[in-house]
């Protein structure tokens, strides 16, 4: 049996992320974000926002905006709306 801390399981329903990026993305690079929407900010950033079904997509999303060369700024889990989840 092991001593390393447990990470506590994420709730179901959490399951959108919005990952801001520096630069301004145009909208033809929405198909290749499938299933995000792409919002200019005007402080001259991109907000990808969408679902994201496992940590393994997620590290795959991540390796996309590498793969662009753009400054990742934040990467935030969107919360359920009542931001409230049971343990």
Known sequence: MSDA???????????????????RLDDRWGTWFDGFQLSAGSDGTTTLTGPVTDQAALHGLLRRIGDLGVTLISINATLPSNGDFDE
């Open 5 to 23: 801390p447990r990470m506590p399981h994420p709730p179901a329903d959490l399951v959108s992320y919005e990952i801001r990026l520096q630069g």
